[in-house]
Protein backbone atom coordinates (compact mmCIF):
# COMPACT_ATOMS: atom_id res chain seq x y z
CA UNK A 1 0.00 0.00 0.00
CA UNK A 2 1.16 3.64 -0.35
CA UNK A 3 1.89 5.41 2.94
CA UNK A 4 1.81 9.15 3.27
CA UNK A 5 2.88 11.33 6.06
CA UNK A 6 1.23 14.62 6.85
CA UNK A 7 0.48 16.36 3.36
CA UNK A 8 0.18 19.13 2.16
CA UNK A 9 -3.46 20.16 1.30
CA UNK A 10 -1.82 20.73 -2.24
CA UNK A 11 -1.44 17.00 -2.36
CA UNK A 12 -5.03 16.21 -1.31
CA UNK A 13 -5.96 16.31 -5.18
CA UNK A 14 -3.56 13.40 -6.35
CA UNK A 15 -4.33 11.55 -2.70
CA UNK A 16 -8.07 11.07 -3.94
CA UNK A 17 -7.67 10.40 -7.47
CA UNK A 18 -9.00 6.87 -7.87
CA UNK A 19 -7.55 4.00 -10.65
CA UNK A 20 -8.20 5.36 -13.80
CA UNK A 21 -11.19 4.24 -15.61
CA UNK A 22 -10.79 5.42 -18.71
CA UNK A 23 -13.78 3.87 -20.76
CA UNK A 24 -13.24 6.34 -24.09
CA UNK A 25 -10.83 3.30 -25.75
CA UNK A 26 -14.14 1.35 -25.01
CA UNK A 27 -16.51 3.62 -27.40
CA UNK A 28 -16.61 2.10 -30.42
CA UNK A 29 -16.44 -1.67 -29.75
CA UNK A 30 -19.48 -1.03 -26.94
CA UNK A 31 -21.26 1.31 -29.58
CA UNK A 32 -20.74 -2.02 -32.04
CA UNK A 33 -21.94 -4.74 -30.05
CA UNK A 34 -24.86 -2.04 -29.24
CA UNK A 35 -25.82 -1.70 -32.86
CA UNK A 36 -25.66 -5.85 -33.20
CA UNK A 37 -28.44 -5.81 -30.66
CA UNK A 38 -30.08 -3.26 -31.56
CA UNK A 39 -30.63 -4.86 -35.22
CA UNK A 40 -30.22 -8.10 -34.36
CA UNK A 41 -32.49 -8.80 -31.12
CA UNK A 42 -32.42 -12.48 -29.18
CA UNK A 43 -29.51 -14.16 -31.82
CA UNK A 44 -27.43 -11.29 -31.77
CA UNK A 45 -27.51 -11.46 -27.93
CA UNK A 46 -26.73 -15.20 -27.78
CA UNK A 47 -23.89 -15.20 -30.11
CA UNK A 48 -22.07 -12.47 -27.77
CA UNK A 49 -22.82 -14.98 -25.23
CA UNK A 50 -20.90 -17.54 -27.20
CA UNK A 51 -18.06 -15.05 -28.35
CA UNK A 52 -17.68 -13.49 -24.96
CA UNK A 53 -19.17 -15.84 -21.91
CA UNK A 54 -18.13 -18.95 -24.13
CA UNK A 55 -21.56 -20.59 -23.48
CA UNK A 56 -24.25 -21.78 -26.25
CA UNK A 57 -27.25 -20.90 -25.22
CA UNK A 58 -30.38 -21.96 -27.33
CA UNK A 59 -32.87 -19.57 -25.17
CA UNK A 60 -32.27 -16.89 -22.81
CA UNK A 61 -35.09 -16.88 -20.63
CA UNK A 62 -34.33 -18.40 -17.23
CA UNK A 63 -37.74 -21.68 -16.64
CA UNK A 64 -39.63 -22.33 -13.63
CA UNK A 65 -37.74 -25.35 -13.97
CA UNK A 66 -34.24 -24.00 -13.81
CA UNK A 67 -35.91 -21.64 -10.48
CA UNK A 68 -36.76 -24.46 -8.32
CA UNK A 69 -33.88 -26.87 -9.22
CA UNK A 70 -31.74 -23.21 -7.79
CA UNK A 71 -34.05 -23.53 -4.99
CA UNK A 72 -33.07 -27.05 -4.22
CA UNK A 73 -29.35 -26.77 -4.67
CA UNK A 74 -29.35 -23.49 -2.28
CA UNK A 75 -28.14 -24.59 1.06
CA UNK A 76 -30.71 -24.02 3.53
CA UNK A 77 -28.50 -21.94 6.18
CA UNK A 78 -27.53 -19.72 3.20
CA UNK A 79 -31.49 -19.46 2.55
CA UNK A 80 -32.36 -17.89 6.03
CA UNK A 81 -29.58 -15.80 5.60
CA UNK A 82 -31.10 -14.02 2.12
CA UNK A 83 -34.72 -14.00 4.10
CA UNK A 84 -32.96 -12.09 6.42
CA UNK A 85 -31.14 -9.87 4.52
CA UNK A 86 -34.33 -8.91 2.21
CA UNK A 87 -36.51 -8.87 5.69
CA UNK A 88 -34.08 -6.04 6.73
CA UNK A 89 -33.73 -4.30 3.59
CA UNK A 90 -37.77 -4.17 3.21
CA UNK A 91 -37.87 -2.61 6.53
CA UNK A 92 -35.30 0.29 6.09
CA UNK A 93 -36.78 0.64 2.26
CA UNK A 94 -40.26 1.16 3.56
CA UNK A 95 -40.07 3.47 5.79
CA UNK A 96 -38.47 5.92 3.03
CA UNK A 97 -42.06 5.98 1.25
CA UNK A 98 -43.32 9.53 -0.14
CA UNK A 99 -46.39 11.23 1.53
CA UNK A 100 -47.25 14.24 -0.12
CA UNK A 101 -48.79 17.25 1.11
CA UNK A 102 -51.17 19.39 -0.81
CA UNK A 103 -50.10 23.23 -0.04
CA UNK A 104 -52.07 25.85 -1.01
CA UNK A 105 -49.08 28.63 -2.38
CA UNK A 106 -52.08 31.14 -2.67
CA UNK A 107 -55.75 31.44 -2.07
CA UNK A 108 -57.24 29.09 -4.80
CA UNK A 109 -53.89 27.96 -5.74
CA UNK A 110 -53.33 24.32 -4.84
CA UNK A 111 -50.23 22.45 -5.60
CA UNK A 112 -48.89 18.74 -4.44
CA UNK A 113 -46.75 16.14 -5.58
CA UNK A 114 -47.89 11.95 -6.47
CA UNK A 115 -45.06 9.32 -6.37
CA UNK A 116 -45.38 6.91 -9.09
CA UNK A 117 -43.62 3.78 -9.82
CA UNK A 118 -41.50 3.12 -12.71
CA UNK A 119 -43.81 0.68 -14.51
CA UNK A 120 -40.74 -1.75 -16.16
CA UNK A 121 -37.04 -1.47 -14.30
CA UNK A 122 -33.91 -3.84 -15.38
CA UNK A 123 -31.48 -4.86 -12.76
CA UNK A 124 -28.10 -5.70 -14.23
CA UNK A 125 -25.89 -8.44 -11.73
CA UNK A 126 -22.78 -9.30 -12.97
CA UNK A 127 -21.04 -12.51 -13.31
CA UNK A 128 -17.27 -12.92 -13.17
CA UNK A 129 -15.54 -14.36 -9.52
CA UNK A 130 -18.36 -14.20 -7.40
CA UNK A 131 -22.25 -14.50 -7.65
CA UNK A 132 -23.56 -10.85 -6.39
CA UNK A 133 -26.62 -12.06 -5.32
CA UNK A 134 -26.72 -9.67 -2.88
CA UNK A 135 -27.05 -7.03 -5.29
CA UNK A 136 -30.67 -8.92 -6.33
CA UNK A 137 -32.06 -8.31 -2.74
CA UNK A 138 -30.42 -4.32 -2.82
CA UNK A 139 -32.13 -3.60 -6.37
CA UNK A 140 -35.37 -5.92 -6.72
CA UNK A 141 -36.67 -5.42 -2.76
CA UNK A 142 -36.88 -1.48 -3.14
CA UNK A 143 -38.51 -2.01 -6.91
CA UNK A 144 -40.88 -3.94 -5.34
CA UNK A 145 -41.80 -2.12 -2.51
CA UNK A 146 -41.92 0.85 -4.87
CA UNK A 147 -45.09 -0.52 -7.01
CA UNK A 148 -42.76 -1.54 -10.34
CA UNK A 149 -45.38 -3.15 -12.36
CA UNK A 150 -42.50 -5.38 -14.27
CA UNK A 151 -38.67 -6.52 -12.96
CA UNK A 152 -36.51 -7.90 -15.58
CA UNK A 153 -33.13 -9.17 -14.55
CA UNK A 154 -30.20 -9.83 -16.47
CA UNK A 155 -27.35 -11.90 -15.37
CA UNK A 156 -24.48 -13.52 -17.42
CA UNK A 157 -24.59 -17.88 -16.96
CA UNK A 158 -21.91 -20.03 -16.42
CA UNK A 159 -20.38 -22.06 -19.33
CA UNK A 160 -22.81 -25.08 -18.09
CA UNK A 161 -25.68 -22.35 -19.29
CA UNK A 162 -27.21 -22.44 -15.84
CA UNK A 163 -27.10 -19.09 -13.75
CA UNK A 164 -25.82 -19.50 -10.08
CA UNK A 165 -28.59 -21.37 -8.06
CA UNK A 166 -28.10 -18.40 -5.17
CA UNK A 167 -28.84 -15.57 -7.73
CA UNK A 168 -31.65 -17.29 -8.48
CA UNK A 169 -33.07 -17.51 -5.59
CA UNK A 170 -32.39 -14.19 -3.97
CA UNK A 171 -34.24 -13.10 -7.32
CA UNK A 172 -37.44 -15.41 -6.37
CA UNK A 173 -37.49 -14.04 -2.77
CA UNK A 174 -37.08 -10.66 -4.00
CA UNK A 175 -39.72 -10.63 -6.56
CA UNK A 176 -38.34 -10.67 -9.61
CA UNK A 177 -40.83 -10.68 -12.94
CA UNK A 178 -38.59 -12.28 -15.34
CA UNK A 179 -34.51 -13.51 -15.72
CA UNK A 180 -32.18 -13.69 -18.34
CA UNK A 181 -29.23 -15.35 -19.18
CA UNK A 182 -27.35 -12.36 -20.59
CA UNK A 183 -24.33 -10.16 -19.29
CA UNK A 184 -22.15 -7.49 -20.10
CA UNK A 185 -22.74 -4.56 -23.15
CA UNK A 186 -25.48 -7.36 -25.03
CA UNK A 187 -27.37 -7.21 -21.51
CA UNK A 188 -27.31 -3.71 -21.28
CA UNK A 189 -28.34 -3.43 -25.07
CA UNK A 190 -31.44 -5.67 -24.39
CA UNK A 191 -32.73 -4.04 -21.87
CA UNK A 192 -32.19 -0.42 -23.46
CA UNK A 193 -33.75 -1.35 -26.76
CA UNK A 194 -35.84 -4.42 -26.00
CA UNK A 195 -35.49 -7.48 -27.86
CA UNK A 196 -38.15 -11.19 -29.05
CA UNK A 197 -37.71 -11.98 -25.54
CA UNK A 198 -35.71 -9.26 -23.47
CA UNK A 199 -38.72 -6.57 -22.92
CA UNK A 200 -37.50 -2.55 -22.81
CA UNK A 201 -37.03 -0.99 -19.97
CA UNK A 202 -37.69 2.47 -18.79
CA UNK A 203 -34.10 2.45 -16.02
CA UNK A 204 -31.03 0.07 -15.70
CA UNK A 205 -29.61 -0.43 -12.46
CA UNK A 206 -26.62 -2.58 -11.14
CA UNK A 207 -23.17 -2.57 -11.23
CA UNK A 208 -20.66 -3.94 -13.61
CA UNK A 209 -17.03 -3.85 -15.12
CA UNK A 210 -16.24 -0.99 -17.44
CA UNK A 211 -17.24 -2.51 -20.44
CA UNK A 212 -20.89 -2.46 -19.13
CA UNK A 213 -20.45 0.99 -17.22
CA UNK A 214 -19.41 2.30 -20.83
CA UNK A 215 -22.75 0.75 -22.67
CA UNK A 216 -25.09 2.19 -19.56
CA UNK A 217 -23.31 5.69 -20.26
CA UNK A 218 -23.83 4.99 -24.30
CA UNK A 219 -27.45 4.31 -24.06
CA UNK A 220 -28.32 6.79 -21.19
CA UNK A 221 -28.07 9.60 -23.71
CA UNK A 222 -30.99 8.69 -25.80
CA UNK A 223 -32.70 5.40 -25.36
CA UNK A 224 -33.13 4.36 -21.17
CA UNK A 225 -32.50 5.74 -17.40
CA UNK A 226 -29.89 4.64 -15.32
CA UNK A 227 -29.08 4.75 -11.96
CA UNK A 228 -26.24 6.51 -12.02
CA UNK A 229 -22.38 6.49 -12.92
CA UNK A 230 -20.44 3.87 -11.40
CA UNK A 231 -16.86 2.87 -11.24
CA UNK A 232 -15.01 0.03 -9.42
CA UNK A 233 -15.60 -0.11 -5.69
CA UNK A 234 -13.78 1.98 -2.64
CA UNK A 235 -13.91 2.33 1.30
CA UNK A 236 -12.29 4.65 3.37
CA UNK A 237 -11.23 4.34 7.17
CA UNK A 238 -11.42 7.71 9.20
CA UNK A 239 -9.61 6.23 12.52
CA UNK A 240 -7.58 7.45 15.45
CA UNK A 241 -5.43 6.16 18.09
CA UNK A 242 -8.16 4.10 19.59
CA UNK A 243 -9.25 2.26 16.70
CA UNK A 244 -8.70 -1.69 16.06
CA UNK A 245 -5.49 -2.40 13.70
CA UNK A 246 -7.32 -6.00 13.10
CA UNK A 247 -10.77 -4.72 12.46
CA UNK A 248 -9.05 -1.68 10.06
CA UNK A 249 -7.14 -3.96 8.11
CA UNK A 250 -10.16 -6.61 7.67
CA UNK A 251 -11.86 -3.59 6.57
CA UNK A 252 -9.54 -2.85 4.20
CA UNK A 253 -8.76 -5.79 3.01
CA UNK A 254 -12.90 -6.87 2.71
CA UNK A 255 -13.10 -3.65 0.26
CA UNK A 256 -9.65 -5.23 -1.51
CA UNK A 257 -10.67 -8.58 -2.47
CA UNK A 258 -13.61 -6.43 -4.80
CA UNK A 259 -11.40 -6.59 -7.73
CA UNK A 260 -8.00 -5.01 -8.95
CA UNK A 261 -9.35 -1.69 -9.38
CA UNK A 262 -11.17 -1.47 -5.90
CA UNK A 263 -9.56 1.25 -3.58
CA UNK A 264 -8.84 1.52 0.34
CA UNK A 265 -7.73 3.92 2.11
CA UNK A 266 -7.10 4.52 5.54
CA UNK A 267 -7.16 8.04 6.55
CA UNK A 268 -6.11 8.54 10.33
CA UNK A 269 -4.23 10.71 12.86
CA UNK A 270 -2.41 8.10 14.65
CA UNK A 271 1.20 6.78 13.23
CA UNK A 272 1.27 3.91 15.21
CA UNK A 273 -1.83 2.43 13.98
CA UNK A 274 -1.16 3.17 10.81
CA UNK A 275 2.34 0.87 11.22
CA UNK A 276 -0.17 -1.50 13.11
CA UNK A 277 -2.52 -1.69 9.62
CA UNK A 278 0.66 -2.47 7.73
CA UNK A 279 1.34 -5.62 9.74
CA UNK A 280 -2.27 -6.28 10.22
CA UNK A 281 -2.87 -6.40 6.26
CA UNK A 282 -0.12 -8.45 5.86
CA UNK A 283 -1.03 -11.79 8.01
CA UNK A 284 -4.80 -11.25 7.49
CA UNK A 285 -3.89 -10.99 3.09
CA UNK A 286 -1.85 -14.50 3.77
CA UNK A 287 -5.47 -16.03 4.52
CA UNK A 288 -7.70 -14.75 1.92
CA UNK A 289 -8.57 -17.47 -0.90
CA UNK A 290 -8.94 -13.93 -3.16
CA UNK A 291 -5.42 -12.66 -1.87
CA UNK A 292 -4.13 -12.52 -5.42
CA UNK A 293 -6.86 -10.07 -6.06
CA UNK A 294 -6.61 -8.12 -3.22
CA UNK A 295 -3.15 -7.87 -3.30
CA UNK A 296 -3.37 -6.01 -6.88
CA UNK A 297 -5.98 -3.77 -5.57
CA UNK A 298 -3.53 -2.98 -2.10
CA UNK A 299 -1.26 -1.67 -4.70
CA UNK A 300 -3.07 1.36 -5.91
CA UNK A 301 -4.39 1.64 -2.05
CA UNK A 302 -3.69 4.71 0.56
CA UNK A 303 -2.30 4.90 4.28
CA UNK A 304 -2.57 8.40 5.18
CA UNK A 305 -1.66 9.71 8.12
CA UNK A 306 -2.83 13.48 8.88
CA UNK A 307 -2.15 15.90 11.95
CA UNK A 308 -5.35 16.24 13.14
CA UNK A 309 -8.99 15.40 13.07
CA UNK A 310 -10.14 18.43 11.10
CA UNK A 311 -7.35 17.34 8.38
CA UNK A 312 -8.40 13.65 8.75
CA UNK A 313 -12.34 15.20 7.72
CA UNK A 314 -11.47 17.09 5.40
CA UNK A 315 -9.62 14.85 3.03
CA UNK A 316 -12.68 12.64 3.72
CA UNK A 317 -14.36 14.92 2.30
CA UNK A 318 -12.32 15.54 -0.20
CA UNK A 319 -12.12 12.09 -1.21
CA UNK A 320 -16.05 11.23 -1.42
CA UNK A 321 -16.03 7.55 -0.30
CA UNK A 322 -18.43 5.68 -1.63
CA UNK A 323 -18.26 3.33 1.96
CA UNK A 324 -16.93 5.97 4.87
CA UNK A 325 -15.88 3.66 8.48
CA UNK A 326 -15.59 5.66 11.25
CA UNK A 327 -13.26 4.20 13.68
CA UNK A 328 -12.85 6.91 16.58
CA UNK A 329 -13.32 7.58 20.14
CA UNK A 330 -15.91 10.61 19.23
CA UNK A 331 -17.39 8.76 16.22
CA UNK A 332 -20.92 10.00 16.51
CA UNK A 333 -19.36 14.13 16.29
CA UNK A 334 -16.74 13.12 13.35
CA UNK A 335 -20.14 12.09 11.82
CA UNK A 336 -21.66 15.09 11.94
CA UNK A 337 -19.04 16.62 9.88
CA UNK A 338 -19.32 14.32 7.36
CA UNK A 339 -20.88 15.96 4.08
CA UNK A 340 -19.60 13.81 1.06
CA UNK A 341 -20.23 9.91 1.35
CA UNK A 342 -22.63 7.51 0.09
CA UNK A 343 -22.99 4.97 3.25
CA UNK A 344 -21.41 5.87 6.41
CA UNK A 345 -20.67 2.87 9.16
CA UNK A 346 -19.81 3.91 12.63
CA UNK A 347 -18.26 2.44 15.50
CA UNK A 348 -15.66 -0.44 15.71
CA UNK A 349 -18.35 -2.57 15.33
CA UNK A 350 -20.31 -1.43 11.90
CA UNK A 351 -18.56 -3.41 9.01
CA UNK A 352 -18.89 -2.08 5.74
CA UNK A 353 -19.92 -6.00 4.98
CA UNK A 354 -23.02 -5.52 7.44
CA UNK A 355 -23.93 -2.96 4.75
CA UNK A 356 -22.97 -4.88 1.78
CA UNK A 357 -25.42 -7.71 3.08
CA UNK A 358 -27.79 -7.80 5.67
CA UNK A 359 -28.27 -4.57 7.75
CA UNK A 360 -30.92 -2.85 5.73
CA UNK A 361 -29.11 0.04 3.99
CA UNK A 362 -28.60 -0.60 0.38
CA UNK A 363 -25.26 -0.79 -1.01
CA UNK A 364 -25.55 -0.10 -4.94
CA UNK A 365 -23.72 3.61 -4.15
CA UNK A 366 -22.43 6.25 -6.11
CA UNK A 367 -18.18 5.83 -6.28
CA UNK A 368 -15.36 7.88 -8.26
CA UNK A 369 -16.34 10.98 -5.88
CA UNK A 370 -19.71 11.22 -6.89
CA UNK A 371 -21.11 11.00 -3.58
CA UNK A 372 -20.15 14.70 -3.98
CA UNK A 373 -23.85 15.12 -6.08
CA UNK A 374 -25.41 11.53 -6.33
CA UNK A 375 -27.38 9.62 -3.80
CA UNK A 376 -27.28 5.57 -3.45
CA UNK A 377 -30.15 4.04 -4.53
CA UNK A 378 -33.21 4.05 -2.26
CA UNK A 379 -36.57 3.71 -3.15
CA UNK A 380 -36.84 7.32 -4.97
CA UNK A 381 -34.64 5.53 -7.08
CA UNK A 382 -37.64 3.80 -8.60
CA UNK A 383 -40.48 6.18 -8.78
CA UNK A 384 -41.46 9.38 -10.36
CA UNK A 385 -42.53 12.15 -8.87
CA UNK A 386 -45.41 13.72 -10.66
CA UNK A 387 -46.88 17.38 -9.82
CA UNK A 388 -50.39 18.31 -9.67
CA UNK A 389 -51.73 22.07 -9.45
CA UNK A 390 -55.27 22.88 -9.34
CA UNK A 391 -56.33 26.91 -9.57
CA UNK A 392 -59.59 28.72 -9.22
CA UNK A 393 -60.60 31.54 -10.49
CA UNK A 394 -59.77 33.29 -7.59
CA UNK A 395 -56.25 31.92 -7.74
CA UNK A 396 -55.98 33.41 -11.62
CA UNK A 397 -57.06 36.45 -10.80
CA UNK A 398 -54.55 36.27 -7.43
CA UNK A 399 -51.23 35.39 -9.55
CA UNK A 400 -52.17 36.20 -13.15
CA UNK A 401 -51.27 39.68 -13.11
CA UNK A 402 -47.88 38.44 -12.46
CA UNK A 403 -47.61 36.07 -14.73
CA UNK A 404 -48.34 38.36 -17.57
CA UNK A 405 -45.96 40.76 -16.03
CA UNK A 406 -43.52 37.64 -16.31
CA UNK A 407 -44.34 36.48 -19.82
CA UNK A 408 -43.86 39.85 -21.58
CA UNK A 409 -40.35 39.85 -19.42
CA UNK A 410 -39.22 36.97 -21.40
CA UNK A 411 -41.25 38.29 -24.59
CA UNK A 412 -43.44 35.11 -24.65
CA UNK A 413 -46.41 36.86 -25.29
CA UNK A 414 -48.62 33.64 -26.04
CA UNK A 415 -47.75 32.63 -22.62
CA UNK A 416 -49.23 36.09 -21.50
CA UNK A 417 -52.50 35.85 -23.88
CA UNK A 418 -53.23 32.09 -22.13
CA UNK A 419 -53.44 34.26 -18.90
CA UNK A 420 -55.08 37.16 -20.45
CA UNK A 421 -58.04 35.32 -21.88
CA UNK A 422 -58.71 33.42 -19.02
CA UNK A 423 -58.87 36.91 -16.79
CA UNK A 424 -60.74 38.71 -19.80
CA UNK A 425 -63.70 35.70 -19.36
CA UNK A 426 -63.67 36.08 -15.36
CA UNK A 427 -63.92 39.50 -15.88
CA UNK A 428 -67.39 39.45 -18.21
CA UNK A 429 -68.65 36.71 -15.96
CA UNK A 430 -68.01 39.05 -13.50
CA UNK A 431 -65.93 39.03 -10.08
CA UNK A 432 -67.07 37.66 -7.22
CA UNK A 433 -66.82 39.99 -3.87
CA UNK A 434 -63.67 39.29 -2.13
CA UNK A 435 -61.83 37.93 -5.20
CA UNK A 436 -59.68 40.78 -5.62
CA UNK A 437 -56.04 39.57 -6.12
CA UNK A 438 -54.69 42.39 -3.97
CA UNK A 439 -57.51 40.76 -0.96
Known amino acids: ??????????QWPDIVRRPVMDTEHLTEAVRDILRQVREGGDRAVMDCEARFDKVSLSSLAVTEDEMQEAERCVDEELKAAIRLARQNIEAFHAAQRFEGKRIETQPGVTC???????????????????????????LAVPA?????????????????????????FAARVAGVSRIFKAGGVQAIGAMAYGTESVPKVYKIFGPGNQYVTAAKQQVSLRDVAIDMPAGPSEVAVLADETADAAFVAADLLSQAEHG???????????????????????RQLQRLPRREIAAKSLEHSKLVCVADMDEAIGLTNAY????????????????????????????????????????GTNHTLP??????????VCLDSFVRKIT?????????????????????????????????????????????????PQD
Not at 1 to 10: F, K, L
Not at 144 to 168: F, K, N, Q, S
Open 1 to 10: MIQIDYPGRE
Open 112 to 138: WQKAVPIERVGLYIPGGTAPLFSTVLM
Open 144 to 168: RIAGCAEIVLCTPPGRDGRVHPAVL
Open 260 to 282: VDSQAMLITTSESLRRAVVDEVG
Open 320 to 359: APEHLIIQTADYAQVAARVVNAGSVFLGPYATESAGDYAS
Open 367 to 376: TNGYARAYSG
Open 388 to 436: FQEITPQGLRRIGPAIQQMASGEHLEAHRAAVTVRLQRLAAEGSPAGDN
